[in-house]
Nanobody, 126 residues
Framework: QVQLVESGGGLVQAGASLRLSCAAS????????MGWFRQAPGKEREFVAA????????DHADSVKGRFTISRDNAKNTVYLQMNSLKFEDTAVYYC???????????????????WGQGTQVTVSS
């Protein structure tokens, strides 16, 4: 059984940094993709970033490019989301997701992932 556990959320002021972690367990993930998504109240879940486990290829949403960075630690089966220069509009529940996705063009779609973490709240005060 695949399990994803997020951590690292919190309440920060605008301009601050946070690092989210997502620890995966339950199987081997060498061919999988890990994604970060977020959902603000009243809004749809939106793509933030993704990384292909084997190649390390990454993708970031335009809204976070230059501020957020996704990375992985293969030995720990953990993916990170380093968030710098946080803005009020980054406030949301952040979710990590995992699945085998054959085409990297599909990894920004929530429908591509079957495994999800419980979410961690990030609140940025202006």
């Amino acid at each position: 059984q695949v399990q994803l556990v997020e951590s690292g959320g919190g309440l920060v002021q605008a301009g601050a940094s946070l690092r989210l972690s997502c620890a995966a367990s339950g199987r081997t993930f060498s061919r999988h993709t890990m994604g970060w998504f977020r959902q603000a109240p009243g809004k749809e879940r939106e793509f933030v970033a993704a990384i292909t486990w084997r190649s390390g290829n990454t993708d970031h949403a335009d809204s976070v490019k230059g501020r957020f960075t996704i990375s992985r630690d293969n030995a720990k089966n953990t993916v990170y989301l380093q968030m710098n220069s946080l803005k009020f509009e980054d406030t949301a529940v952040y979710y990590c997701a995992l699945d085998f996705i054959a085409s990297e063009s599909q990894r920004s779609r929530p429908e591509s992932y079957n495994y999800w973490g419980q979410g961690t709240q990030v609140t940025v005060s202006s």
